[in-house]
C-alpha cells in the first residue's frame, strides 16, 4: 500500500494537478477537454482505479487517502484540511481528490457497433447539454439503468470535467463516449448501424413513451437536449420517432436528467 507523503507547502509542485479547482480543470488559455479529469471522493477515486484511466496522483486529508488502500506505483500526498482547501479553491466536503490521465473519446463506428453487432444495445444522445452536473447525472443513471456509451454534439460538456464526474459518483469514466462531429446529420450513421432513435419531447402530438416496445427495437438511442430549450426541431425531424413522458396536467416537463432515467428504464 501506498504510503502518502505529507505536504507542509500550498506550492509544492507534486500537487500542482489539483491548485486552483474552482478556475476548471485545465489551465487558462488551453483548450476545452484537454485537461487532466479530477475526481473527488473515496467512492469515486475507487472507481477510477477500477477504471482504464491511469492515476497521476492522489491527495487528501489524513485517513481518506489511506482507506483506499493504494497502490504502491500511484503518487500519494495528504495535508490537513486547512492547506488542502488552499491548493485546491474551496472546501473540500469529500476529503480526497485525485487526478488521471484523460483518454480520447471511443471510435463512433466501434461505440455504435458493440462488442457483437447482433446483440441488443442502448445508447443515450446528447445535443447541446452545456450542464456539466446535468451530464453528469445523466451518465450516472445510464450505466445504472443499461445504457452502454454516449453520444455528444459538438457542443456538448465535456463529461471528464470534474463536476460531471463528481455529480456521477465517478460512474462516468466506466461510460464510453464519442462525438458526433455532424450534427444532426450524423444520425444517419445510428440508422445505418440498425438503431431507433427516439428524440424525448414533451409535445402533445409525439407518441407515448411507454407505447415504444423495447423488444421490437433491440437497438436504441435516445436523443436529449438541454433544460429549458430541449432538442432542437433539427434533430427531433432526424429522429426515427418523437416520444413524450406521459405527466400529470398542469406538468410541462422533466428536468432532463429525471426525464433521461425515465426514458433508460422504460426502454431498458
Not at 87 to 95: E, P, Q
Not at 103 to 113: G, H, I, K, S, V
Not at 126 to 144: H, V
Not at 157 to 179: E, I, K, Q
Request: charged share 25%; aromatic share 4%; hydrophobic share 45%.
Amino acid at each position: 500500500m501506498a504510503v502518502p507523503v505529507v505536504i507542509t507547502d500550498p506550492d509544492d509542485p507534486r500537487v500542482a494537478d489539483f491548485r486552483d479547482l474552482k478556475a476548471g480543470d485545465r489551465p487558462a488559455g488551453t483548450q476545452r477537454g484537454t485537461g487532466t479529469v479530477i475526481v473527488e471522493g473515496v467512492p469515486a477515486v475507487a472507481r477510477l482505479l477500477a477504471s482504464p484511466y491511469r492515476v497521476r496522483a492522489v491527495f487528501g486529508v489524513p485517513g481518506r487517502v489511506t482507506a483506499l488502500d493504494l497502490p504502491d506505483d500511484v503518487p500519494a500526498y495528504e495535508a490537513d484540511k486547512w492547506l488542502l482547501s488552499e491548493v485546491i479553491g474551496f472546501r473540500l466536503t469529500r476529503g480526497v481528490v485525485a487526478s488521471a490521465d484523460r483518454r480520447p473519446p471511443a471510435d463512433l463506428d466501434d461505440l455504435l457497433a458493440g462488442p457483437d453487432p447482433a446483440a441488443p444495445r442502448r445508447l443515450a444522445v446528447l445535443e447541446a447539454l452545456n450542464d456539466a452536473e446535468n451530464l453528469g447525472s445523466i451518465a450516472r443513471s445510464a450505466l445504472a439503468l443499461g445504457v452502454d456509451g454516449l453520444l455528444l454534439d459538438p457542443r456538448c460538456a465535456d463529461p471528464l470535467y470534474r463536476r460531471s464526474v463528481r455529480v456521477s459518483m465517478g460512474h462516468v469514466l466506466a461510460l464510453p463516449f464519442a462525438v458526433l462531429p455532424e450534427w444532426p446529420g450524423d444520425l444517419a450513421r445510428l440508422h445505418r448501424a440498425g438503431y431507433t432513435t427516439v428524440a424525448l419531447t414533451p409535445a402533445p402530438d409525439a407518441v407515448d413513451l411507454s407505447d415504444v416496445d423495447p423488444r421490437e427495437h433491440p437497438r436504441t438511442a435516445v436523443l436529449l437536449g438541454a433544460e429549458g430549450p430541449g432538442l432542437t426541431p433539427e434533430a427531433q425531424q432526424a429522429a426515427t420517432l418523437r416520444a413524450r413522458i406521459p405527466m400529470r396536467p398542469g406538468v410541462d416537463s422533466l428536468g432532463v436528467a429525471a426525464a433521461a432515467a425515465i426514458a433508460f428504464a422504460t426502454l431498458r
